[in-house]
């Protein structure tokens, strides 16, 4: 049964410590067979340290949660406030879509999408976060909804996005989806 302690200076607020907790705790269990019942971090707090002849005495920032900020530039974009979804974007982001079409922007994106459809919109069923560094992934999945070009509308199709969150901003997107294979339909 592992038994994880970490150590924070103050200044971190409860909500913080909660994810510190929690990620800590999902990272033992997928290296040591133990049940989640079996498996117990606690934080303790320090008011002061010294490192590289230097003391400090609270802590970095926390990142925003991946999952949200996915969220919130998808949320942004499909209703169609470009410049609020572009604030969720890192400035050497990339995106590739189905047909390894690679874009950088979002005008891109509007542009090749408007020879696709007038309208899409994605119910989100669930997002999923693994850690890479200081990379988040996040994996958003669900389904898609809108309007072919004819006027003619389409739901239940399946996406997933996949999502890299690198100090609170996106630096890519790779998407894939079953339009395709619906528009032949």
């Known amino acids: 049964m592992p038994v994880v302690s970490i150590t924070l200076l103050p200044g971190y607020a409860a909500q913080t410590q909660h994810r510190v907790v929690n990620r800590l705790a999902q990272a033992v269990r997928s290296v040591i067979d133990t049940p989640e019942a079996g498996t117990t971090v606690f934080v303790n707090e320090v008011s002061t340290y010294r490192r590289d002849g230097k003391v400090f005495s609270e802590g970095r920032a926390a990142h925003p949660v991946a999952s949200d900020v996915v969220?919130?530039?998808?949320?942004?974009?499909?209703s169609g406030d470009l410049a609020h979804a572009q604030s969720f974007l890192s400035p050497d982001f990339r995106m590739c879509f189905p047909g390894a079409v690679v874009m950088h922007t979002l005008h891109e994106l509007n542009a090749w999408a408007a020879q696709r459809y007038t309208r899409i919109g994605?119910?989100?069923?669930?997002?999923?976060?693994?850690?890479?560094?200081?990379?988040?992934?996040?994996?958003?999945?669900?389904?898609?909804?809108?309007?072919?070009?004819d006027g003619e509308s389409f739901e239940g199709i399946r996406f997933i996005d996949r999502m890299e969150v690198r100090g609170g901003l996106i630096t890519r997107q790779d998407a894939w989806n079953d339009l395709a294979e619906h528009r032949k339909a």
Not at 122 to 149: I, N, R, Y
């Open 122 to 149: 994605k119910h989100f069923d669930q997002f999923e976060e693994s850690w890479q560094g200081d990379v988040t992934v996040v994996f958003c999945h669900g389904s898609l909804q809108g309007t072919w070009l």
């Open 71 to 78: 969220r919130d530039f998808l949320t942004a974009l499909q």
